[in-house]
T-cell receptor, first 114, second 114 residues
Framework: GDSVTQMEGPVTLSEEAFLTINCTYT??????LFWYVQYPGEGLQLLLK?????DKGSNKGFEATYRKETTSFHLEKGSVQVSDSAVYFC?????????????FGIGTKLQVIP | GAVVSQHPSWVICKSGTSVKIECRSL??????MFWYRQFPKQSLMLMAT?????????EQGVEKDKFLINHASLTLSTLTVTSAHPEDSSFYIC??????????FGSGTRLTVV
């Protein structure tokens, strides 16, 4: 079945540091790829998405590029802020049994210290 | 953007009682909604897919008699945890697919069974 593998956290960075959270996937067909963010005590919010190979999703300074050849969708940000502290989930959406099914990675906790 | 409202945000109940969680799409119609469960330090696990006007499709290992799902209208799906026990304590999140925005998640419900 489909699966998403992402690095386990926590990842601790100083403010203004460069962020990379790795994500790789396995899926049949051509899935859409997503990054979701979960702030403490809240639900998930869509951060960015890409629907086909070589697409780059971007939002709030975060970027991720859909790499079909390496089956990856790594999340990057050039300069993190304390407010970016949250749990980040990589996910894919693919057709399964007549509907779209979303598969999540385990989530990576990011802690940004001043 | 598309908004999904989930209530309650937290609930404490006694063992043996039932709890109902509501998920509403506020500004779009959702023929399909998804219910997830999140254990501490783990990823979201899909429990079931809720289809308006028909029976829900449950994932393997999820007890359909324990987790009752009703999707009576295009904007409302409910999850009822029947005869709750402490092991049912978890974070439950619903989501709906809105074509323009992809998957939109509710804010989640933290259930504590005492």
């Amino acid at each position: 079945g489909d699966s998403v593998t992402q690095m386990e956290g926590p990842v601790t960075l100083s403010e203004e540091a460069f962020l990379t959270i790795n994500c790789t996937y396995t899926a049949t067909g051509y899935p859409s790829l997503f990054w979701y963010v979960q702030y403490p005590g809240e639900g998930l919010q869509l951060l960015l998405k890409a629907t086909k190979a070589d697409d780059k999703g971007s939002n709030k300074g975060f970027e991720a590029t859909y790499r079909k050849e390496t089956t990856s969708f790594h999340l990057e940000k050039g300069s993190v802020q304390v407010s970016d502290s949250a749990v980040y989930f990589c996910a894919l959406s693919a057709a399964s049994g007549g509907y779209q099914k979303v598969t999540f990675g385990i989530g990576t906790k990011l802690q940004v210290i001043p | 953007g598309a908004v999904v409202s989930q209530h309650p945000s937290w609930v404490i109940c006694k063992s043996g009682t039932s709890v109902k969680i509501e998920c509403r799409s506020l500004d779009f119609q959702a023929t399909t909604m998804f219910w997830y469960r999140q254990f501490p330090k783990q990823s979201l696990m899909l429990m079931a897919t809720s289809n308006e006007g028909s029976k829900a499709t449950y994932e393997q290992g999820v007890e359909k008699d324990k987790f009752l799902i009703n999707h009576a209208s295009l904007t409302l799906s409910t999850l009822t945890v029947t005869s709750a026990h402490p092991e049912d304590s978890s974070f439950y999140i619903c989501s709906a697919r809105e074509n323009s925005y992809g998957y939109t998640f509710g804010s989640g419900t933290r259930l504590t069974v005492v």
